[in-house]
């Protein structure tokens, strides 16, 4: 029997010949000629039995694992990922030894649902989470310092500021478990209905449908070299420190892409795809921002956000409504009583002087495709590293972003922070 990943593979390079001969006969125009249609019968017969194959792959995928008594139901998914501790499977490829606990639960149910093994091991984005906990222990010495050893505050370290991670915290669809490029039709227009006179003719209409929505595999990672008794410390501040570090670049590179990325390495950021509408604050007021909203409200878009940099929302939080009113255009965390986001990754328009940008939008409509969720590879052989007992760890992640509809943003690159 085929691999379940290499069946859903199969069916769903047949179903892009499908759409291959669908598009011809459209680009040009008119129906499918009888080889066409032929073709079209016969690759949907054989997608027909491949989905009888996948379906018994599953089967019987799903009755070896509860066989085995190792299938983690979904209700217990999400507590087993916030339970996978980073260091634990960084250590386990140092040893070369196989993952336990929540790790090794974690990785047995991904493999299952998405059919591919890892390279590394697969580790969740939870494990990667860094909100902070606040601590706060008060010690102070005043006299006989000379005797007073040091505390060594691990748990107090104090990292670099980042900038803040925001583009899947807005909503974003997050797509899983994916395998081949994914295609997703979309409409464009459909019937119409008219008014006529006693034994008048009704007109006929049909449906139409725009360019489908797509996504392919773009891979982000992370290469860096630990200490040998970095990783083997059982601190679990420690693991706090190796997971910032890791998840800082691979989260920057991720949400940097999906804002700005240029579509060839990286995903097609949003402040980059076509069809996104535009405004203008160059003096900003509250007309202005009515105009913003408008835009959405014309195209039936609803659950707006605003999306800004710090120089944007200063400009905006001393800008009164109207002259002498004591009333902003913004309070620093909303405006017009929609949500206002800022982080320093949304760039500024390069020129002379730089202007702000503004996103106004419904994230809902962004789509975020993962094929591999991160993927941990220890390597304790590369020669720099295993000449000081080192080893160098790899993380990748394998994703892609589009957008459903890009009417449903309007960008405004021209407010003055002069």
């Known amino acids: ?13 047949k179903v892009k010949l499908m759409r291959d001969v669908i598009a011809k006969a459209d680009t040009e125009k008119r129906s499918l000629s009888a080889d066409e249609q032929a073709t079209f019968n016969t690759l949907k017969t054989e997608i027909e039995g491949l989905e009888g194959e996948e379906q018994r792959a599953q089967f019987m995928t799903d009755l070896e694992r509860r066989m085995t008594g190792d299938r983690v139901t979904e209700t217990d998914f999400s507590n087993v990922e916030r339970r996978v501790v980073l260091l634990d499977v960084i250590r386990a490829g140092m040893e070369g030894r196989a993952l336990d ?11 299952r649902r998405t059919g591919k093994k890892a390279q590394g091991f697969y580790v969740p984005m939870a494990a990667f989470d860094t909100r902070p906990v606040e601590q706060r222990d008060a010690q102070t010495t005043t006299t006989a310092a000379g005797i007073v050893p040091d505390d060594f505050r691990a748990d107090q370290f104090i990292g ?6 925001v583009m899947r915290s807005l909503g974003a669809r997050v797509l899983t478990g994916l395998r081949g490029d994914v295609v997703i039709p979309k409409y464009k227009s459909g019937m119409t209905a008219g008014w006529v006179a006693e034994n008048e003719s009704l007109s006929t209409s049909g449906m139409s449908f725009d360019d489908p929505v797509t996504l392919k595999p773009r ?22 420190l190796v997971r910032d570090d890791l998840s800082a670049v691979m989260g920057q590179a991720l949400d940097s892409a999906l804002l700005s990325g240029d579509g060839v390495k990286q995903p097609l950021g949003l402040l980059n795809m076509t069809g996104i509408q535009t405004a203008s604050l160059a003096t900003p007021d509250w007309e202005g921002v009515l105009r913003i909203i408008e835009k959405l ?20 939080a001393a800008t009164q409504k109207a002259a002498n009113t004591g009333i902003y255009l913004s309070d620093g965390t909303s405006m017009a009583g929609y949500p206002l986001v800022t982080t320093n990754q949304v760039p500024n328009k390069a020129g002379t002087p730089a202007t702000g940008r503004l996103l106004f939008g419904d994230f809902t409509q962004l789509i975020l495709g993962i094929w591999s969720e991160v993927d941990i590879l220890v390597n304790p052989y590369a020669q720099d590293a295993f000449s000081k007992g080192n080893v160098l760890v790899r993380a990748m992640m394998t994703c892609d972003q589009a957008v459903r509809h890009p009417e449903a943003f309007v960008s405004v690159d021209d407010v003055s922070i002069a």
Do not use: C, Y
């Open 219 to 240: 891979h982000v990672g992370a290469l860096t070299e630990l200490s040998r008794q970095l990783i083997q410390q059982s601190s679990p501040d420690i693991n706090g």
């Open 297 to 316: 409200d014309l195209v039936n878009v609803n659950g707006g956000r605003w999306l800004s940099n710090p120089s944007v929302k200063r400009v905006l």
């Open 101 to 111: 606990g929540a790790a090794a639960e974690f990785a047995q149910e991904t493999e």
């Open 1 to 13: 029997m085929k691999k379940l990943h290499e069946i859903r593979e199969a069916k769903a390079a």
């Open 160 to 165: 670099p500021l980042r900038n803040a991670l």
